[in-house]
């Protein structure tokens, strides 16, 4: 038997195009790593309330800058992302709690589909430009991630339930208790030590610490098959 994986935890917002670039590089790299990939949905207005940061959007030259970045982001990552025509406008009023408390609601209790979810609901805001705030909405993204409707709807009368609100807001006050102060955060456990990362930038140093190879954001094993 080879060594334990280490432990990894990510936690995203679907509201985040970072989130969702972090999110797809360890989702490729978890069968080539010797890693336990766990998935936690968090809520960034809480992290950003809690450590005091603002949103790139709020900041003008850093909003300007992201406009900028993320066509270059969506050919490197691989990653189909479009940005919004009122992203932070009708986007950000909305808000991303009644997708991540589904999200929550679905890690509780069927963890195997969270990634598959996940990904429909980023592909709905950050690819089509579509809302992820309404039920519709939301049991459309799950329909498509391959969830039965009658699973969906289990999940969706989830969302207004004490337990899985303070699940949520378990999440968000861990990744805040680790230091987050946006997302995506990975927090690795290595070798008796936590070490917290932010944005999908640090992915390489991830790598470093982890003691394994990094192959870019699309490994060439993964890129074969693309």
């Known amino acids: 038997m080879g060594p334990a994986p280490r432990i990894l935890e990510l936690f995203y917002d679907v509201l985040s195009p970072y989130s969702w670039l972090g999110f797809e590089v360890l989702c490729r790299y978890q ?20 450590s005091g940061n603002q949103p790139p959007a709020m900041v003008p030259r ?70 992820i705030s309404e039920y519709q909405s939301i049991l459309a993204a799950a329909v498509k991630a391959g969830m039965s409707t009658a699973q969906a709807h289990h999940f969706l009368e989830k969302i207004s339930t004490q337990q899985v609100k ?6 968000t006050d861990a990744a805040c208790n680790y230091g987050a102060f946006g997302l995506p955060t990975t927090v690795a456990h290595v070798d008796g030590k936590t070490y917290m990362l932010f944005g999908s930038d640090r992915l390489e140093l991830l790598a470093y610490l982890l003691g394994e190879k990094w192959m870019g954001p699309v490994p060439p094993t993964l890129n074969a098959r693309l």
Do not use: C
Request: glycine share 4%; aromatic share 10%.
């Open 31 to 50: 069968h080539l790593w010797n890693i336990k990939l766990q998935l936690r949905p968090a809520l960034i207005a809480g992290i950003m309330k809690d």
């Open 166 to 171: 303070n699940k949520l807001r378990e999440n």
């Open 62 to 131: 850093k909003g300007q800058y992201m406009f900028k970045e993320i066509p270059l982001l969506k050919q490197f990552f691989q990653v189909p992302l479009n940005i919004p025509k009122d992203f932070f406008g009708e986007s950000v009023k909305k808000g991303s709690v009644n997708a991540l408390r589904f999200l929550t609601a679905v890690s509780m209790e069927q963890p195997e589909m969270l990634e598959k979810v996940s990904r429909e609901l980023w592909m709905r805001v950050w690819s089509r430009d579509e809302d």
